[in-house]
Nanobody, 127 residues
Framework: QVQLVESGGGLVQAGGSLRLSCAAS????????MGWFRQAPGKEREFVAA????????YYADSVKGRFTISRDNAKNTVDLQMNSLKPEDTAVYYCAAVHTFYSGTVYYKRREYDYWGQGTQVTVSS
């Protein structure tokens, strides 16, 4: 079992920045690929960014590419999402997710591939 707890959400003006963090507890963190997803009101949960277990590979949704950066610290069992140039359409609840993998360089971007989820943190971007 892996427990995930997100933090860092809040209210920010358009063009501003926020940094989300996800703390993981449980098994060997580097054996888990990690991802961030988000869900806006009335919409399905969508992929945002993913990082491999080793941290050497990342993948982003087109809507956030160039603005968001995912990173991880396997010594601290954390994965972060740095969000810059925020837009009102980035408003959503952001979820951290984990999937166990034997492939340290593989990233996963499909919601159904993830086994563990955090409780979510609200990000609101005002115009």
């Amino acid at each position: 079992q892996v427990q995930l707890v997100e933090s860092g959400g809040g209210l920010v003006q358009a063009g501003g920045s926020l940094r989300l963090s996800c703390a993981a507890s449980g098994r060997t963190f580097s054996n888990y690929a990690m991802g961030w997803f988000r869900q806006a009101p009335g919409k399905e949960r969508e992929f945002v960014a993913a990082i491999s277990g080793s941290g050497g590979s990342t993948y982003y949704a087109d809507s956030v590419k160039g603005r968001f950066t995912i990173s991880r610290d396997n010594a601290k069992n954390t994965v972060d999402l740095q969000m810059n140039s925020l837009k009102p359409e980035d408003t959503a609840v952001y979820y951290c997710a984990a999937v166990h993998t034997f492939y340290s360089g593989t990233v996963y971007y499909k919601r159904r591939e993830y086994d563990y989820w955090g409780q979510g943190t609200q990000v609101t971007v005002s115009s």
